[in-house]
């Protein structure tokens, strides 16, 4: 970086630090490893651009190369992704959460609170909603943006009556005949002994049954981490996405690594054993769409992560609409029976996800 550029930087009451360069500096802070090398290439750029709009100092062209600069980089580095680095992006700090996705996809949402039989929990979130004028009901696991959201969110893990607040919203969405959406971002429902006395297990196997039973259309959308229980827990539904950087397994890769091999710095390892990533969910029929991100993950840009999730939203439903109560809780069986299906071939018997 040029040293005139450096001590703008640098130069916290500057006036032309502007709010672009304090983005892209927050980016900057958060970026994970592989992420740093296009992190340092938009810093550049957004410091250039106020030094040309600030002084007036043509930076145009220098400008222009450090932007295919940056495209190039952001391809070479997000067409060779591992497994973990995967884990890395569903987990990362600054991705979209469910009430992002509120935000800039449905319009006047209105939160419900409580299970009606303990109380509310914060790490699962729902209520009504319209999309593009139709009245929906939206389900999903919100995580925490700083350490007391996070600590009030429990990390996005939720506890039973948080899945009994779930199943009281979808049962409520039924009544009404209201389409049904869940967003599905945690790392496990909550273990403390507290959720295992209140029921974690019972209410997260309730919700699959009840969930299988709904006779309206419903849909899940995986948007960072989908993890074991926790997740199947609102994603038993007639369809099922996954954005292009989340993840889906039954355990986390720590926790495998750790029961494996009892070295949790093996977590890479095991992440590429879980076949975990989007890409193989679609390929052994555990989710039904891979939504592609914008260049360089959901976190770049909401708004046109928010456009896509919302056009597959779009699509199924239209595609669900046009079933029968009868039919849909039929086709949700069928989908969900066919996952880990077996057929024999000549003496060896073979399984088939997704058949």
């Excluded at 919203?169 to 429902?189: G, H, I, N, Y």
């Excluded at 997740?231 to 495998?256: D, F, K, Q, W």
Aim: charged letters at 30%.
């Amino acid at each position: 970086m040029p040293e005139a550029l450096m001590k703008l930087l640098d130069a916290k009451d500057h006036p032309l630090l502007s709010v672009e360069i304090g983005e892209v500096n927050r980016m900057r802070r958060h970026a994970l490893d592989f992420e740093k090398p296009i992190a340092e290439v938009e810093a550049n750029i957004a410091s250039l651009k106020q030094i040309t709009e600030g002084i007036g100092e043509d930076r145009t062209e220098e400008i222009r190369e450090l932007e295919l600069l940056l495209e190039h980089i952001t391809r070479e580095i997000f067409s060779n992704l591992s497994a973990w680095d995967k884990v890395q992006m569903a987990r990362h700090e600054l991705r979209p959460y469910t009430m992002d996705y509120v935000r800039l996809i449905f319009d006047d949402f209105v939160e419900i609170h409580e299970d009606r039989h303990f109380g509310d929990d914060p790490a699962m979130v729902g209520g009504m909603a319209t999309l593009d004028g139709e009245r929906v009901m939206v389900i999903g696991h919100q995580k925490g943006r700083d350490a007391k959201e996070r600590a009030y969110r429990n990390f996005g893990s939720a506890k039973p009556e948080g899945y009994r607040k779930a199943l009281r919203l979808a049962q409520m969405a039924e009544k009404f005949r209201r389409p049904l959406l869940c967003f599905v971002d945690t790392p496990a429902a909550d273990c403390t002994v507290e959720a295992e006395e209140r029921g974690i297990s019972e209410s997260i196997a309730r919700n699959m049954r009840d969930f299988a039973l709904l006779k309206i259309p419903t849909m899940s959308i995986v948007i960072g981490e989908g993890g074991s229980g926790g997740a199947v827990g609102i994603a038993t539904t007639n369809r099922v996405a996954m954005l292009e950087h989340s993840i889906y397994s039954i355990i986390p890769p720590e926790g495998c690594a750790a029961i494996l091999w009892r070295d949790p710095d093996r977590a890479p390892e095991a992440a590429e054993a879980l076949k975990l990533t989007a890409e193989h969910a679609l390929r052994f029929g555990v989710v039904d769409e891979v939504i592609e991100e914008p260049m360089g993950g959901a976190h770049r840009n909401y708004d046109e992560t928010a456009r896509r999730v919302k056009a597959s939203i779009q699509r199924h439903l239209s595609e669900l609409k046009g079933l029968s109560g009868g039919d849909l809780v039929q086709s949700r069986y069928e989908r969900f029976r066919r996952l880990g299906e077996w057929y024999e071939e000549g003496r060896a018997s073979i399984a088939v996800a997704g058949g």
